[in-house]
């Protein structure tokens, strides 16, 4: 699996999971929160600009092809040894006990607090989604799971 597989695993990934009404659609103001959860830096300027050409009818959605037009103009220069970096970095960043995993709670916090939109079935969906043994706890082979879907 190349980087590009990747990179489109990773995405289609974070898109299913906010795609939460299986529409093919999200929103674009989830995008955001979808970057930032991915560790991912960009401008809002240019975000804005690319939303808005993925989205010429002002609808507020795009399809996945439009969510990995956008994303991956940012996930540009990335190879995977960086993508799982980053990665690392964001679960070190919540992790803050150093016990290697973070709580269900505390990644619900996190979705909330990176998108307001997502109501708390949403939360709880993809809580369930990534917490597939039920432990209440996501190591950072979940969570990695859940980023890049591998």
């Known amino acids: 699996m190349d980087g590009d597989d990747q990179k489109m695993a990773i995405m289609r990934k974070a898109f299913q999971m906010f795609d939460?009404?299986?529409?093919?659609?999200?929103?674009?103001?989830?995008?955001k929160t979808i970057l930032n959860?991915?560790?991912?830096?960009?401008?809002d300027v240019e975000l804005n600009k690319l939303i808005t050409q993925n989205d010429p009818e002002k609808s507020g959605t795009v399809n996945f092809d439009g969510f990995y037009n956008i994303a991956s103009h940012f996930l540009e220069e990335d190879d995977?040894?960086?993508?799982q970096q980053e990665l690392k970095e964001a679960f070190r960043l919540y992790d803050r006990e150093g016990n290697g995993y973070i709580t269900t709670a505390t990644l619900k916090e996190i979705l909330a607090a990176l998108d307001d939109n997502l109501t708390s079935r949403d939360l709880d969906g993809i809580i369930a989604e990534i917490d597939t043994d039920g432990s209440g706890t996501v190591d950072f082979d979940e969570f990695m799971e859940m980023m890049t879907g591998d």
């Open 20 to 31: 939460t009404s299986k529409s093919g659609f999200i929103e674009t103001s989830k995008i």
């Open 37 to 43: 959860t991915m560790g991912q830096l960009f401008d």
């Open 80 to 83: 995977d040894e960086s993508t």
